[in-house]
């Protein structure tokens, strides 16, 4: 599975993005998935994953309540809808494939990566 993220961006702290992401090659539908962040200097951290069918999530608690994760099987896209973001949001964010757990060693397929920072 190939995975390429976009809609970072820069906003204002109390401002909205929703980041997504394309898969390609194997069926994603197949895949459990996630999205992770990495600030500067820090290690990568779990945000929110979601299962195959979409019908279970879970989130990191500082972003439950303000971010949702959803999944189109038929699109094969993962998306991360991302409201009343603070500047502690600001990273880099990952989307991921093969695991639903909070581990991000558990995942085997990685996108590049795509800059969200949020100013106060």
């Known amino acids: 599975v190939q995975l390429q993220a976009s809609g970072g961006g820069l906003v204002q702290a109390g401002g909205s993005l929703t980041l997504s992401c394309a898969a390609s090659g194997r069926a994603f539908s197949n895949y459990n998935a996630g999205w992770f962040r990495q600030a500067p200097g820090k290690e990568r951290d779990f945000v929110a994953s979601?299962?195959?069918?979409?019908?279970?999530?879970d989130y990191a608690d500082s972003v439950k309540g303000r971010f949702s994760i959803s999944r189109d099987n038929a699109k094969s896209t993962l998306n991360l809808q991302m409201d009343s973001l603070k500047p502690e949001d600001t990273a880099v964010y990952y989307c991921?494939?093969?695991?639903?757990?909070?581990?991000?060693?558990?995942?085997?397929?990685w996108g590049q990566g795509t800059q969200v920072t949020v100013s106060s």
């Open positions: 991921a494939a093969g695991s639903i757990t909070r581990l991000a060693v558990a995942y085997t397929y």
């Open positions: 979601i299962n195959w069918r979409g019908e279970l999530t």
